[in-house]
């Protein structure tokens, strides 16, 4: 059985409608791998007792509280809080105000290194 040509001679090589196929096969194949398991990778979580809780600064209050729920029950030392403050509207409407955040962490939880 031979497969028909996925390519033709023009200037350069072009594509056919077979191989254009092809490739939006494989496109639509990688993306929808990365589609279910990307998550998974992502957000696995698996502590190797350190006694350091890395948090990730951009989380709204409910991801805090976790985080907080998570260093309290977990027995940390400390708590990395990532990136850098929010300012206001940068990625929060101009024309809406911030939302207040309950919960920051304890100084003595946090170190804030000198970068």
């Known amino acids: 059985m031979t497969l028909p040509p996925l390519t033709r001679v023009k200037t350069g090589l072009v594509l056919t409608w077979q191989g254009w196929l092809l ?6 194949v ?8 990307l998550y998974g990778y992502l957000a696995h979580t698996e502590p190797v007792g350190g006694g350091v809780l890395v948090v990730e600064g951009w989380l ?4 805090l509280r976790q985080a907080k729920a998570r260093f309290e029950a977990g027995g940390y030392r400390r708590m990395l809080v ?3 403050p929010l300012q206001k509207g940068y990625h929060w409407p101009a024309t809406r105000p911030m939302p207040p955040c309950r919960w920051r962490p ?5 170190w804030n290194p000198p970068w």
């Open 106 to 110: 304890s100084p003595s939880w946090v």
């Open 82 to 84: 990532t990136g850098g």
């Open 30 to 37: 990688a993306l929808w791998g990365l589609g279910t398991h």
């Open 23 to 28: 490739a939006l096969a494989l496109v639509g």
């Open 60 to 63: 709204p209050d409910e991801g």
